[in-house]
């Protein structure tokens, strides 16, 4: 078994090979992925957020690192969707406008997929119309948005209120999440859900498809 704290230091230095070469090691001696994922590289992402605030890190360390982490995930994410079943209800997920951060986005969508639900991923950068267009096109019924920045979580209110405006927001479940936001910020903006990680994402869409 491959010493899992040089995956933590792996993905904080921004070594992608090496980060990518003990994730391949630890899954083919049994390591269950989100063991990977939750216990080792999210605190790394965790550390790196918190030397970049320190100015002990700027933003091409931060590049790096988000490097590593995504080579990792790249092999981890067909497991995760892996485990799914039957969909359980169509999912538009996104980050939004103005947000370029994808990576706790990218996980939510890989788990809600392992989770048995159709995922259509908007990206990043997602406009209150897009995600609209979704609901109206595709026939979304949950909508998942993601920020990570506390300048880009106004952008979730405004979608809820576009949602309201197009006369659309009682065909879905709106769940959000990201670093910066609470359950309070949600019942704030009548977000139907929050949840402060990807597992949680997956109980919560179960649960609105459920009510
Ligand atoms: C990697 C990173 C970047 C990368 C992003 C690469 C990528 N492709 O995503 C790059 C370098 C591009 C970047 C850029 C910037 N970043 Co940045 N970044 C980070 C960092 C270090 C890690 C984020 C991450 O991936 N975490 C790991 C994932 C797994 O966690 P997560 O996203 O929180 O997701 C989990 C949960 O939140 C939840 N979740 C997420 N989404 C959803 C959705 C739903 C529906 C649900 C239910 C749950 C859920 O589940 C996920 C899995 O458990 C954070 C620090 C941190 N610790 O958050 C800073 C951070 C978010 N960035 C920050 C800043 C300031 C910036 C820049 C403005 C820097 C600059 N000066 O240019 C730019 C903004 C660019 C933009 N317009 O978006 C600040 C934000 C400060 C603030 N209060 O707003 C942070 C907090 C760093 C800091 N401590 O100062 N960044």
Same mark, same amino acid.
């Given at each position: 078994?491959?010493?899992?704290?040089?995956?933590?230091?792996?993905?904080?230095?921004?070594?992608?090979?090496?980060?990518?070469?003990?994730?391949?090691?630890?899954?083919?001696?049994?390591?269950?992925?989100?063991?990977?994922?939750?216990?080792?590289?999210?605190?790394?992402?965790?550390?790196?957020?918190?030397?970049?605030?320190?100015?002990?890190?700027?933003?091409?360390?931060?590049?790096?690192?988000?490097?590593?982490?995504?080579?990792? #995930? &790249?092999?981890?994410?067909?497991?995760? =969707?892996?485990? *799914?079943?039957?969909?359980?209800?169509?999912?538009? %997920?996104? !980050? /939004?406008?103005?947000?370029?951060?994808?990576?706790?986005?990218?996980?939510?969508?890989?788990? #809600? &997929?392992?989770?048995?639900?159709?995922? =259509?991923?908007? *990206?990043?950068?997602?406009?209150?119309?897009?995600? %609209?267009? !979704? /609901?109206?096109?595709?026939?979304?019924?949950?909508?998942?948005?993601?920020?990570?920045?506390?300048?880009?979580?106004?952008?979730?209110?405004?979608?809820?209120?576009?949602?309201?405006?197009?006369?659309?927001?009682?065909?879905?479940? /709106?769940?959000?999440?990201?670093?910066?936001?609470?359950?309070?910020?949600?019942?704030?903006?009548?977000?139907?859900?929050?949840?402060?990680?990807?597992?949680?994402?997956?109980?919560?869409?179960?649960?609105?498809?459920?009510?």
């Amino acid at each position: 078994m491959p010493d899992l704290k040089l995956l933590y230091e792996a993905v904080v230095n921004g070594d992608a090979k090496a980060s990518l070469a003990i994730t391949q090691q630890a899954l083919a001696e049994g390591v269950d992925p989100l063991i990977l994922v939750n216990e080792h590289m999210v605190p790394a992402m965790d550390e790196v957020g918190r030397r970049f605030e320190a100015n002990e890190f700027f933003v091409p360390e931060l590049l790096i690192a988000a490097r590593a982490m995504k080579a990792s #995930l &790249e092999v981890i994410r067909p497991l995760l =969707i892996a485990r *799914g079943d039957k969909p359980a209800g169509r999912v538009a %997920i996104g !980050t /939004v406008k103005g947000d370029l951060h994808d990576i706790g986005k990218n996980l939510v969508a890989s788990l #809600l &997929e392992g989770g048995g639900f159709e995922v =259509i991923d908007l *990206g990043v950068n997602v406009t209150p119309e897009k995600f %609209i267009e !979704t /609901v109206n096109l595709k026939q979304a019924n949950i909508i998942a948005m993601s920020a990570l920045l506390t300048t880009t979580m106004p952008a979730m209110k405004s979608t809820i209120e576009a949602l309201k405006s197009a006369g659309v927001r009682d065909r879905v479940k /709106v769940l959000i999440g990201g670093a910066p936001i609470t359950q309070k910020y949600a019942d704030e903006i009548g977000a139907d859900g929050y949840s402060e990680n990807a597992v949680g994402a997956v109980a919560l869409a179960k649960k609105a498809v459920a009510t």
